[in-house]
């Protein structure tokens, strides 16, 4: 939860791990949002509205969540506009959080001067959102966008979204550990328990770990690949990546990089840029505070 200013500056901000049911999940929305418009009002700032930006496919106009995969558990058909506006009567925006990323790159970020551009979100998934001639993709029932979504092997493991290959299944954070417990170059750095995360496997690649960096420069042509097949289709002028992903460094980013302008039509690919984010962690709380701010036309914080 951020409390931000029409210049995007975060005041405040708070952060919570996300419960593991729908309820809990709900109740600490509730207690955030109820804190923030707390803040607010102590500090006599005007309030805007309330933007937030989840998982999941929303209903933009109608603020509803209608359906997400097992990365959220239960998170599907979930009236988040009509629950936060009944308890609190602000208005709020709900929206994906891909999509909120680029809103905020465009009122705040790297993407103020640019009407085409991907903003590509690395986290635990792989998200985010497209503006095409100076407005946000969305598509017919505001599902589009959904970049981790596209396939990269159609014989590939199953997703949680239905499909199969996924590039999130190879170049997320989720990913590239499912994909590391199946490397058994890698069981060496598989813990006790089982577990091996993408940041173990990063850790490892930068202290000299061959396997380790042969699994994350593959997962960086992987997603490579995926985002010239976008490049093709949309003709951006920049790619904004953002995320947790980003501490992964070289071999997954350069990998990544230089497989786009590989893989990408050659006049797609002339003068393309590919740069991070310059608020690569604080990307979703400006997300939801752009999107607040862009619905209504706010110049107030």
């Known amino acids: 939860m951020g409390v931000v200013d029409e210049s995007g500056e975060v005041v405040r901000w708070k952060k919570q791990p996300t419960p593991r049911n729908r309820e ?7 207690m955030l949002v109820g804190d923030g418009l707390g ?13 937030i930006s989840t998982g999941g496919q929303v209903s933009f106009k109608k603020g509803v969540i209608v359906s997400a995969t097992s990365l959220i ?30 809103v905020a790159e465009k009122r705040f970020g ?5 009407d085409n551009f991907i903003a590509l979100v690395l986290g635990t998934g792989i998200g985010g959102g497209i503006y095409v001639d100076g407005k946000p993709l969305r598509g017919a029932g505001n599902f589009a966008a959904e970049i981790g979504h596209v396939s990269v092997d159609a014989n590939g493991p199953e997703c949680s979204c239905g499909g199969r290959g996924c590039i999130e299944l190879y170049a997320s954070g989720s990913g590239i550990a499912r994909w590391g ?3 058994p170059l890698l069981r060496h750095l598989v813990g006790t328990k089982g577990e091996l995360t993408s ?7 930068r202290a000299g770990d061959s396997s380790a ?67 690569p962690q604080e990307g979703g709380i400006l997300g939801a505070a752009a999107l607040a701010f862009e619905e209504v036309g706010g110049a107030s914080d």
Not at 24 to 30: A, D, M, N, T, Y
Not at 39 to 51: L, P, Q
Not at 75 to 92: D, F
Request: glycine share 10%; with cysteine; net charge neutral.
């Open 24 to 30: 809990s999940i709900l109740q600490c929305i509730q």
């Open 39 to 51: 803040i607010c009002t102590a500090s006599n700032h005007d309030i805007v509205g309330v933007g």
């Open 73 to 102: 558990p239960n998170w599907s058909n979930v009236p988040l506009k009509e629950i936060i506006e009944g308890r609190y009567n602000v208005p709020v925006y709900a929206d994906n959080d891909g999509n909120c990323y680029a």
């Open 110 to 114: 790297k993407g103020k001067q640019l």
């Open 181 to 183: 417990l199946e490397n």
């Open 199 to 205: 940041k173990i496997i990063g850790e490892a690649s």
């Open 213 to 279: 960096t042969s699994l994350l420069r593959a997962a960086g042509g992987r997603l490579g690949l995926a985002m010239a097949g976008m490049v093709n289709v949309f003709n951006p002028e920049c790619i904004i990546i953002s995320g947790s992903l980003l501490e992964l460094g070289s071999p997954y980013l350069d990998e990544f990089r230089s497989t786009v302008v590989r893989r990408a039509m050659k006049a797609n690919g002339l003068g393309l840029r590919i740069e991070s984010s310059d608020f």
